[in-house]
């Protein structure tokens, strides 16, 4: 059984960085194929893909926001990292932990969705 | 930077055909896929490799694809299927993901 959980704050000031958690299992991201990324939703607005680690530890980011972003993982404790830096009111959405499989860019689609965690950037 | 283009809302009666599209310079060459959102839930794959349907979607749902576009079909929609319907490909340079802008759909 695949699970995704995000966790980090809630609330950021403007300027500061965020860092959310996502603790997965039923899976490794040491196996060939497997990958996690991250999507974030402001409040009534479309989704945005933000970024993408694989097994293989290749990174992607968004090319609209990839000066702000760092994906990392630590495959021991099945988790994967975003940070994001200055961050600012229209940072404010949930941000979505998902699961992908793929070996190229052409197959990437979310199986599996953790449930979300919003952040609201506000001082 | 590379963009998907959909109509931002659909309507259609019970028991109609909805067709939800989505446009894309890079479509001839990347697949897309299909996610389902209903309020306050995490999207669902309702659609994947263009016109591939998951275990567990039903048979009303399909996808197809011509050119730079690529359309969902919900055939006889019913009540529930009121949600919002993203498409997700590649971008142009095959280095990252992208979603459209989202279409809702009403069942009048």
């Known amino acids: 059984q695949v699970t995704l959980r995000e966790s980090g704050p809630a609330l950021v000031k403007p300027t500061q960085t965020l860092t959310l958690t996502c603790t997965f299992s039923?899976?490794?991201?040491?196996?060939?194929?497997?990958?996690v990324s991250w999507v974030r939703q402001p409040p009534g607005k479309a989704l945005e893909w933000l970024a993408l680690i694989d097994w293989d530890d290749d990174k992607y980011y968004s090319t609209s926001l990839k000066t702000r972003l760092t994906i990392s993982k630590d495959t021991s404790k099945n988790q994967v990292v975003l940070t994001m830096t200055n961050m600012d009111p229209v940072d404010t959405a949930t941000y979505y932990c998902a699961r992908i499989q793929g070996t190229y860019s052409s197959s990437w689609y979310v199986d599996y969705w953790g449930q979300g965690t919003l952040v609201t950037v506000s001082s | 930077s590379y963009e998907l283009t959909q109509p931002p809302s659909v309507s259609v009666s019970p028991g109609q055909t909805a067709r939800i599209t989505c446009s894309g310079d890079?479509?001839?060459?990347?697949?897309a896929y299909w996610y389902q959102q209903k309020p306050g839930q995490a999207p669902v794959l309702v659609i994947y490799k263009d016109s591939e349907r998951p275990s567990g979607i039903p048979e009303r749902f399909s996808g197809s694809s011509s050119g730079t576009t690529v359309t969902l079909t919900i055939s006889g929609v019913q009540a529930e299927d009121e949600a919002d319907y993203y498409c997700?490909?590649?971008?142009?340079?095959?280095?990252?993901?992208?979603f459209g802008g989202g279409t809702q759909l009403t069942v009048l």
């Open positions: 997700q490909s590649a971008d142009s340079s095959g280095t990252g993901a992208v």
């Open positions: 890079a479509l001839p060459k990347q697949y």
């Open positions: 039923g899976f490794s991201l040491s196996t060939s194929g497997m990958c």
